[in-house]
């Protein structure tokens, strides 16, 4: 009985051995499978990782520098997600980097948009390079309330630096506009609310919703513009605008043969008398503004090529848009003269 028992027990402990052994196989088996996986996987994954991290290179290294000098610069994402392409329109400012810098230090400090208390077609025109950056700051501190202080000022031109400095590879405009040189103050902030309207989807052409609400149609697009800026102008059609706008005392009409070789060549090719701001003409048919460098902006037709508007907003992108300059036979241009 004993030898039998001790058989088993034999038998029993080599078995167990064999299983043992089979289970540490089979870890090595999962183990080699595992690193295997992880191999292959790594290999695509760090030429992805090596693909998308290009672009956020220009991008991290602002936002490390912006961590090290304002020891918050985790919310530096937000900005620039949220804020920062807001002002994609506006690169014909010479000091644009210096308006995003002050908007960047305004919602690392406060958590909220500059420009919900000072609206961006008004703050952007402080940085047209006719100011200086004291005649800016008090622009700014009487608008918001917020005084901004010597070190505060410094930081602002560091950090106003290093935006200029990566610009140009962390924007796309959907209009790059460095077009003309900046005019008289009430034109630009005219351009700047008609770049507004026309990257902004919510609104399209219609001559039935033509007010604003929130389509235009051509004539109505350029009076609500000069509106815009305080200027009493009668919301009329093509056939009435010159009357409407002279009775303004600030516009003066020009008709074509004083303006010399308007056809596309010729402005196109930068010899023209267009000026940035005039507000071109076809009294029977269209107006629009010329931007200047061969552009204008204006409301053109709707979805399917009408006047009407059958659905609200800008179906196409291009129911309200810049585009480069063309000769539609206009008759002259609404040019700004003040008072």
Not at 167 to 190: F, M, N, Q, W
Not at 315 to 338: A, C, F, K, M
Request: net charge negative.
């Amino acid at each position: 009985m004993l030898l039998q028992l001790k058989m088993s027990c034999g038998k029993w402990e080599r078995c167990y051995q064999v299983e043992n052994q089979i289970r540490k196989f089979k870890k090595y088996i999962i183990v080699f499978v595992a690193i295997i996986g992880i191999v292959c996987l790594t290999i695509p994954l760090l030429s992805i990782a090596a693909v998308v991290a290009a672009p956020l290179v220009t991008l991290d290294a602002l936002k490390g520098w912006v961590t090290g000098f304002f020891d918050n610069g985790y919310n530096v994402d937000d900005w620039f997600t949220s804020i920062y392409p807001k002002f994609e329109s506006y690169g014909r400012y010479p000091d644009i980097h210096v308006a995003e810098a002050i908007s960047c230090y305004y919602f690392l400090e406060t958590g909220e948009d500059i420009n919900d208390v000072y609206l961006l077609s008004d703050y952007v025109v402080n940085f047209d390079g006719s100011k200086t950056i004291n005649q800016i700051y008090r622009k700014i501190e009487t608008k918001t309330g917020i005084a901004f202080s010597t070190e505060d000022r410094e930081k602002i031109k560091g950090l106003s630096d290093q935006i200029q400095a990566t610009r140009k590879d962390t924007k796309s405009a959907k209009y790059i506009d460095t077009l003309g040189t900046p005019v008289a103050e009430p034109i630009e902030h005219a351009i700047a609310w008609l770049i507004d309207v026309a990257n902004n989807p919510a609104c399209g052409y219609s001559q039935v919703r033509r007010l604003g609400n929130p389509d235009y149609d051509c004539s109505s697009l350029m009076a609500f513009a000069i509106r815009s800026v305080g200027i009493d102008v009668a919301v009329g059609s093509t056939h009435t605008m010159i009357e409407q706008f002279e009775a303004t005392g600030k516009f003066v009409w020009i008709p074509r043969w004083m303006l010399g070789d308007i056809s596309a060549i010729n402005v196109n090719g930068g010899s023209s008398s267009l000026k940035r701001g005039d507000i071109l003409l076809q009294t029977q048919s269209h107006t629009e503004m010329y931007l200047g460098g061969g552009m204008n902006v204006g409301a053109h037709c709707d979805e399917y090529g009408g006047i009407f508007g059958a659905n609200v907003g800008d179906q196409t992108g291009n129911e309200i848009s810049v585009t480069p300059y063309y000769d539609d036979n206009w008759e002259g241009v609404l040019r700004y003269i003040g008072d």
